[in-house]
Nanobody, 114 residues
Framework: QVQLVESGGGLVQAGGSLRLSCAAS????????MGWYRQAPGKQRELVAG??????TDYADSVKGRFTISRDVKSTLYLQMNSLKPEDTAVYYC?????????WGQGTQVTVSS
């Protein structure tokens, strides 16, 4: 099993930056994928950025060039968010996969004011 705890959300003005963190514990050496997802009110949860155990990254088109996903050796996942826009406002969730199993964090709120 894996436990995920997000932090770093908050209120920021448009154009500002935030850095989200997701601390993983448990069977971290078996994680093969980690990602950031977000869910805005009235919308479906969507993938923001993901990173595989081999270091391959992928981003939603809406955040390319503004957000950067990274992961350290302790499997703490980060999301550096720059040039934030009001449409980035959402609850951000961390997800990890171990084989057929999915694990999610509790989410952290990001609010971008115009």
């Amino acid at each position: 099993q894996v436990q995920l705890v997000e932090s770093g959300g908050g209120l920021v003005q448009a154009g500002g930056s935030l850095r989200l963190s997701c601390a993983a514990s448990g069977s971290i050496f078996r994680i093969n994928f980690m990602g950031w997802y977000r869910q805005a009110p009235g919308k479906q949860r969507e993938l923001v950025a993901g990173i595989t155990s081999g270091g391959y990254t992928d981003y939603a088109d809406s955040v390319k060039g503004r957000f950067t996903i990274s992961r350290d050796v302790k499997s703490t996942l980060y999301l550096q968010m720059n040039s934030l826009k009001p449409e980035d406002t959402a609850v951000y969730y961390c997800r990890s996969t171990l084989g057929q199993y999915d694990y999610w964090g509790q989410g952290t709120q990001v609010t971008v004011s115009s």
